[in-house]
Structures are given as structure tokens and as C-alpha cells.
């Protein structure tokens, strides 16, 4: 019978929250004519192995890229609430592969989870920074890549936001 081994580490993770005066939609669509939807064709090249041409394409790609988003707003319909709520996954796979050939496990917190949400304290963005989330590795190739991430994305969040 195989044995396994469970290890459990306590980290501590920075939440940030970007208040925004606008309306949800204005705010949606300031984020989503900024950073633009990642071309799902990449991973095709990389899935048959075309990593010359991937290489080219990632090389191309700007900073951050939605790579795909969640409407938690209307998930929550079947509880009977009316929310408004959009979870987006945004980074850069190139970015991503600058700390995972350094430690596998950065692939956990890559791409970055971000959280468009109207709630009774108004207009919103919520995400965990990057510096902390990869900084429990411990690595300094991956904590340099993630502090360039983390400095990217709330630049963009705080744009959108205004």
C-alpha cells in the first residue's frame, strides 16, 4: 500500500480592493477595452507541440490578457439575489512560464483572479497581489516577475476604475 504525505503551510496574502465612483457596466467595459481576451489559438500551437510559432505569438501579446471570466451575478440568481459580479482571470502565459520554470507550483495563483463586483459598498475590484501570493515560494526569479505583474495589474485595474 502506498503511503502519502499531506503538508500544510501557512501563508499570508495581501487582498487589495480598487473602490470605483462609476456604474458596474462603465467599469466592466473600461476593463474589457483595455486589457483584450487572450486568442485560445496559442494553446492549440502549444498542445501540437508548434512552440517556434507559440513563442512568437506569446511575444506579441500585451502585458495582461483576459484568459476567461465567470458572471458569479447570475450564479447567484438561483439563491434568489440580483448581484452583480464578474470573476476574470487575467495575466500573460509568457509572464506565467518566467516563475513556473523557476518553481511548477507558481501555476497555482497563474493567471491572477480578479473580481468586478457592485455590492452595497459600491463599484469594486478585488484581487490577491501577486507579490504575496507568489512570494511564499521563497524564489527570487519568481518574487521580480510577480512584482512586475502585481505593479501591471493594479495600474490597470486603477485605469479602468477611473
Not at 2 to 30: G, L, R, Y
Not at 84 to 93: M, R
Not at 125 to 141: A, N
Amino acid at each position: 500500500m502506498a503511503s502519502k504525505t499531506v503538508d500544510i503551510q501557512k501563508i499570508e496574502v495581501e487582498h487589495v480592493t480598487i473602490h470605483s465612483s462609476k456604474d458596474f457596466d462603465a467599469v466592466k467595459s473600461n476593463l474589457e477595452s483595455m486589457i483584450p481576451r487572450i486568442d485560445d489559438g496559442i494553446f492549440t500551437l502549444l498542445r501540437h507541440r508548434e512552440t517556434t510559432r507559440a513563442l512568437r505569438e506569446l511575444e506579441a501579446l500585451p502585458p495582461l490578457s483576459i484568459f476567461g471570466f465567470r458572471d458569479h451575478g447570475a450564479a447567484v440568481q438561483v439563491a434568489g439575489l440580483q448581484r452583480l459580479a464578474i470573476q476574470y482571470d487575467i495575466g500573460n502565459p509568457l509572464t506565467a512560464t518566467k516563475m513556473t520554470r523557476h518553481r511548477i507550483s507558481a501555476g497555482l495563483y497563474a493567471p491572477i483572479r480578479v473580481l468586478l463586483r457592485e455590492d452595497s459598498d459600491g463599484v469594486a475590484f478585488e484581487y490577491d497581489r501577486p507579490i504575496s501570493t507568489f512570494g511564499q515560494f521563497g524564489d527570487p526569479d519568481v518574487h521580480e516577475v510577480a512584482r512586475n505583474l502585481d505593479r501591471d495589474l493594479q495600474a490597470v485595474l486603477e485605469s479602468a476604475a477611473s
